[in-house]
């Protein structure tokens, strides 16, 4: 189709849609991008867009006109070039009855119109035409009830009232109609992708620059801020855990960069120490301090595993700092930062304040739902439901219940009435009734009988039983044991089952060495590396100099025998010839769980098994929800700052230490 053939096809189109043509009317504008869209006039598009809105293109468009002959805010259209002032319209924008009409020429002059002439007008135009009128964007503009906008600037007139939506959509449309037609599909997207894009279209140091304020906001985060941060819905890019564990992640990040800038590590201590000393710094507390010594550690030990001279980017785990680095923004990975050396490897840094680290910690009912699901793909169906009901927190509920029915076969309500009153007398025994329920705990305690009643039928609220199992911590030691064997219960069930079957112990095993990141430490996860990251280390701000979990550690753990394994298979894993799950079946087998202590066992070639792991369900009190602990023991946290798991390189200091820890294999 020709320019000029074009042109006519488009204005008999428009013409066709909305009557008379005005090319100077943003929504007539709009509806031509629209036709123009629908055709696939893309590249003509553009060129008569340009021409209709931009400053000079068209010869009545930069002429300053006037709507009326006066002020044009001082008058309202109300319909088929009809005006009133705009004194004379009601707070809908529409004119009083026997207001002056007026009535504007070719020439933009407005004359004074008789109420007949006004008539005969409005009947041509139709009811809707005034309703439609107030609604206009120069009625928009003035006082009274009707908002007042700006005239939008020559050049700019389609970029206003979501004009530019409207384009997007377009754009979207055409290339969704472009896919349908080539047999291919576009993929919408979503908020966060669409902002990854934005992020990736940036260059790299205003990504650094936008990931280094992310990162210093969190380090000098006050607790006020922190408040007010955790109100805050959606993502804040800011990572995960705590403000405090996060101001201490950042605090490594600061801690680097200033390294690079030149500073010592003597000038840095003296700044975070003035930092966290800060009235209302999220670190100032006992254990928020402590990040200074352990972020001082880390750095030691980062200059000696990477080298600071070796570093060439600093990145903390933000969408814009993982895109200046290259990496995948949407991989899913432990990594708490990053660190790009100068020969273009990307390094992640999981961080730890100290050797006491969690494998699985929180709520039983969610963390044990968590383990079931890693372990379903590893352990036989009839296994994995009989582990389900060993963890159901029904299971433990109805345990604990059965457990305070059995008590009452030794107490009684004149033991309660008895104990009550002693406690009553002695103040100094009241400790475990300090808080706020210590009233409710007393009146429920003060009706043995009703007490002792609802325990034996199962019906003891939460706070019965907490008033009840208090008042046996104080004066009934044997009972209350017995109650809190509840928690080894949380285990003990758990690990009969594992026991008895060899495929849900293999499957234990690797939920361990997944939860240990051992396929990236060693580099040998694929998803990871495709993802942009290319080596993974554990940091362990242990005083004075740090520990870290990298290859070189966990061979040491492992043996000669896993280092020749290794060496074997880890070129070919690496490049796709070999599977990982190879080396994995040689870790799993060197791995024991002691189901009586809940110890999570290394087997060691020379001969010894180290406990670096214990696995506990407890609660915080009789009644309280019960949590899983799969906790790091002191032993591995010592063997990490040691360097090594061979305790025969160890000093015999350490070794008297941890030497109860230690088992020969023969032992067991």
């Known amino acids: 189709m020709n320019h000029t053939q074009l042109i006519d096809d488009l204005l008999n189109e428009l013409s066709y849609r ?18 123009l869209s629908e055709w696939g006039e893309y590249d003509a598009k553009k060129i008569i867009m340009e021409f209709l809105t931009e400053a000079g293109k068209t010869p009545d468009m930069n002429k300053p006109k006037y709507d009326t002959k006066g002020d044009d805010k001082d008058y309202v259209h109300i319909g088929k070039a009809i005006y009133v002032k705009k004194t004379d319209t009601d707070s809908k924008g529409r004119a009083k009855e026997g207001a002056q009409k007026y009535k504007k020429d070719a020439s933009g002059a407005l004359t004074a119109i008789s109420d007949d002439v006004y008539s005969k007008e409005k009947s ?63 993929k919408k997207l979503s908020k966060q992708d669409k902002e990854f894009e934005r992020l990736k279209s940036l260059p790299k140091q205003e990504l650094r620059k936008i990931d280094h304020d992310t990162t210093d906001e969190q380090l000098n985060m006050t607790k006020t801020e922190a408040e007010l941060q955790a109100k805050q819905k959606g993502s804040k890019d800011v990572g995960a855990g705590t ?8 605090m490594v990040h600061n801690g680097l960069r200033l390294l690079q800038s030149g500073k010592s590590l003597e000038e840095i201590q003296n700044e975070f120490d003035i930092l966290v000393n800060q009235p209302d710094h999220i670190l100032n507390s006992k254990s928020g301090k402590a990040w200074v010594k352990a972020s001082l550690s880390t750095l030691r030990k980062i200059d000696e595993t990477v080298g600071i001279e070796n570093i060439k980017e600093v990145s903390w785990d933000t969408p814009a700092g ?26 992640g840094l999981s961080l730890k304040k100290d050797g006491k680290v969690f494998l699985n910690n929180g709520g039983w009912a969610k963390q044990s739902e968590l383990l079931l ?29 059965n457990r305070f029915v059995e008590t009452t076969n030794a107490i009684t309500s004149d033991d309660i009435d008895k104990s009550f009153k002693r406690l009553l007398d002695n103040p100094d025994d009241q400790k475990e009734f300090k808080g706020s329920s210590r009233d409710e705990y007393f009146k429920i305690l003060g009706n043995s009988e009703l007490l002792i009643n609802k325990i034996k039928l199962g019906t003891a609220t939460g706070n019965e039983q907490k008033a009840y199992a208090k008042l046996l911590q104080t004066y009934h030691p044997d009972q209350y044991n017995h109650l809190r064997e509840s928690d080894n219960g949380l285990t003990q069930r758990a690990f009969e089952v594992l026991n008895q079957s060899e495929e849900a112990k293999k499957g234990m095993n690797r939920h361990i060495i997944k939860s240990m990141h051992i396929s990236e430490t060693l580099g040998l996860n694929k998803r990871i590396q495709e993802g942009g990251v290319d080596g993974f280390q554990t940091m362990y701000g242990i005083d004075p100099d740090g520990a870290v979990l990298n290859e070189q550690t966990l061979v040491t753990l492992f043996g000669s025998k896993f280092k020749q394994k290794l060496d074997e298979i880890i070129s070919e894993v690496r490049n796709g010839d070999s599977s990982y ?12 769980i002691d ?10 070639e020379s001969n010894k098994k180290y406990p670096l792991f214990k696995m506990a369900g407890r609660t915080r009190g009789i009644g309280s929800s019960p949590v899983m602990e799969m906790v790091q023991t002191p032993f591995m946290a010592h063997a990490l700052k040691m360097g090594t798991f061979n305790t025969d390189e160890w000093d015999s200091k350490s070794l008297n230490r941890f030497q109860k820890d230690i088992i020969d ?3 067991k």
């Open 18 to 35: 909305v009557g008379i043509v005005d090319l100077k009317n943003k929504n007539q504008q709009s509806i031509i991008s629209e036709i």
């Open 124 to 186: 041509t135009q139709g009811a809707a035409g005034e309703k439609a009128a107030s609604t206009t964007t120069q009625n928009k503009q003035g006082g009274g009830d009707i908002q007042q906008t700006k005239e939008p600037a020559k050049g700019n007139s389609l970029k206003q009232g979501g004009y530019d939506k409207v384009v997007d959509k377009e754009e979207e449309t055409r290339k969704q109609i472009e896919a349908e037609k080539s047999g291919t599909t576009i």
């Open 243 to 250: 403000a405090e564990s996060r101001a201490g992640e950042a």
């Open 322 to 347: 993982r895109i200046g680095l290259g990496i995948d923004p949407k991989l899913e990975t432990s990594s708490d930062m990053f660190v790009q050396t100068k020969d273009g490897r990307n390094i």
């Open 373 to 401: 699901q890693s372990l379903e793909s590893e352990m036989p169906k009839d296994d994995h439901a009989r582990l389900s009901e060993a963890m159901s927190i029904q299971t433990y509920k109805k345990d604990l219940e």
């Open 581 to 592: 799950k190879d080396l994995e079946d040689f870790i799993v087998d060197s791995i024991e």
């Open 595 to 604: 189901y009586e202590s809940g110890q999570i066992l290394f087997k060691h």
């Open 665 to 667: 294999s023969d032992e």
